[in-house]
């Protein structure tokens, strides 16, 4: 049982490393009727298996007519396109979750049905490559979106010789259009069914999602506001007509219930006196944005500003709490481990404002690790927060956010006399049309810059960024299905202030061909990209490079293999964390060098076979996480000369067979985190004052 565990891991492990960027994912509301984008990703579900239709939210209210009208209609024989069409965050997405999980679409399409989110900016070949990669094939090189379009054809007609098949196309938008007939192949029982806000009335039936009636919509309010029995109860009359102001739309009962959740009756009569002064707060979609502003009016200013710093970001992504972390602690001076950070965003999570999602179980154990926490939120929340940032003129905005189709660019950027903008943050997100020809932009005030795109081979650098004297965040996030070569990356060298960068799914050039020295960069993270060969070709010292560094991150870099032994020389560094990194092997033998290291993370690096006997040189290490290294097999003779370490990680290491005689020379150590067999093994030298703590051990994939 042991090795088969043992090989079930390296299973799931190896498949993650291949699969990790399939999905795009949404938001799952935890409770009410939500759709959209509000339940796109279940609870804590996606990238595993990114064409499985996500389970619904716990509690759902309205849906049991919509249902049965829908699953009538699909059943049709005559009906292969069926359109639920309703405004965002009415359940759409909701309603067709719980679809997908009812007994008789199973028992009818059985492992057919499949799930795919499309979105405003959507990948044609990205939405097939889930496909292949969903159904176990290998997936093929498109040469264009036709060839991607002719190849789905055949992989659903191979599939339809086990059952019929479902297509769920969730949160389709005309603009830019989404070719949905290309997807009407000519295979027998194969039905599609469409999500969207807009109607295609040349495009099959089109059921129409009504809002909640006053039954229906009372019962979301009440649970949105946990107006339960034995609670604080406000008046009858009252908590009615502020439901009848909210018009049945569900996310507006569940967004304003969230936000009077818990406040004195004084609250709830100045909402309403809000809500009145219009007439109808649903006549537009104006007005509902004029309706869920109210729900900000119990934010502090910090908080108001973190929400629309949501709207950087492109629709229907995780947001990275870590690249929160970077922006808010240089623009609102927060703490730098991000405590302030995440108090914010649960006060935004209790306001139904977005979904913060910890997918790392003991993650509340480990302090300060937030890499594999992320923002989900609806896109209609996402439409608020870019709104909210939008009441100002273009040139007096804080933030400034571009949101590109192509190579087509707002006028204003194109023209010979050039506008200065005062925007502290700029975001700047592009498809894969775009061909990296950038225009100047005067944007000397910009502290925080976002590069969202989606690329497959490389993407340049803007050169205006050279201009940015004030830069102090760079966030680059490419979305596309494979790593990306960053092109003039050596105009980072011109950002005396820059502190902070984060870098996602990009190949780094090698760093002896740039010479970029980033005296002031403080902290460095790495997500799925490319950087083995940038780390380990160079021959310039990295402490001349980056003198000043203080942490490092980086997160699923399969190609990385071995650290530089420069690395050592960086004396500042304090927190230095490896994850998911499945390739790493070993550490550099001189790591006792970094005198100032006090958090070192190894986390689920599964060939990592040990640890340097140099560690003991860690005079400040007060953390140390091996959770997950499966093939270390002993801790270093040295582990006791750890003279300042507290806390200890090491689930999940099934090769580990003793402890070294030095452990007992761990006088600060107060608690370590491990398995059952683990456990035993630091019984047998009867620590006095030692936490020794196994959590419960729980398997949760869903969030892949």
Known sequence: MPLQQFMTNMEI??????????????????????????????GEIGYLDPCNAPDPPDFMVGLDVPLKEVK?????????VIVVSAPGGCGKTTLVQKLCQDPDVKEKFKDNVFYVTVSKVHNLKLIVRKLFEHNGFRVPEFQTDEDAINQLEQLLKNQARKAPILLVLDDVWKEPEFPLQKFAFKIPEYK???????????????????LLNDEDAMKLF??????????????????????????????????????????????WKSRLMELSKGQSIFNSSKSLL??????LTSLDGEQKECFMDLGSFPEDQKIPVTALIDMWAELYKLDKNGVQAISNLHKLSLQNL????????????????????????????????????????????????????????????TEEKQLCFNARLLSISTDQMFSSSWCNMQVPEVEVLILNFQATENYTFPKFMKQMDNLKVLIVTNYGSSAAELINFSVLGSLSCLKRIRLEQVSIPTLCDT?????????????????????????????????NLMEINISYCNDLVGLPEGLCDLVHLKKLSISNCHKLSALPGGIGRLENLEVLRLHACTKLLGLPDSIGGLHKLTVLDITGCLRMAKLPKQMGKLCSLRKLYMRR????????????????????ICDTETAELWEEHHFTNLKITIPEETVDLNWL
């Open 653 to 672: 290491c099934s090769g580990l067979r003793e402890l070294p005689p030095s452990i007992m020379d761990l006088k600060q150590l107060k608690k370590v």
């Open 515 to 547: 010479m970029v020295e980033l005296k002031n960069v403080e902290k460095i993270s790495l997500v799925m990209c490319k950087i083995n060969q940038a780390l380990n070709s160079c021959a310039i010292q990295i402490s001349n490079m980056l003198p």
């Open 72 to 80: 009538k209609r699909l059943f049709k024989v005559d009906a292969s």
């Open 192 to 210: 599609i069914l469409v999500t969207s806000r807009y109607e295609f009335p040349s495009f099959g039936s089109t059921y129409k999602l009504k």
């Open 354 to 413: 977005l979904k913060l999602v910890v997918t790392r179980k003991d993650a509340t154990e480990v302090d300060g690790y937030y890499d594999e926490a992320f923002v989900l939120q609806h896109d209609l929340l996402r439409d608020l927060a870019m709104h909210q940032s939008s009441q100002e003129p273009m040139e007096q905005r804080e933030r400034l956010i571009l949101d590109l189709s192509g190579n087509k660019l707002p006028e204003w950027w």
């Open 222 to 267: 009440r649970h949105s506001a946990l107006l339960t029995d034995g609670d604080f109860m406000p008046d009858e009359d009252l908590v009615n007509e502020i439901v009848k102001r909210c018009g049945g739309f569900p996310l507006a009962l569940q967004v304003i219930g969230g936000s009077l959740c818990g406040q004195p009756v004084e609250i």
């Open 13 to 42: 492990l190896a498949h993650l490393q291949s699969q990790f960027r399939s999905g795009t994912g949404g938001v799952s509301g935890q409770m009410g009727y939500l759709g959209s984008g509000s339940s796109r990703v279940s």
């Open 290 to 295: 004029d309706c869920l502003q109210l729900s």
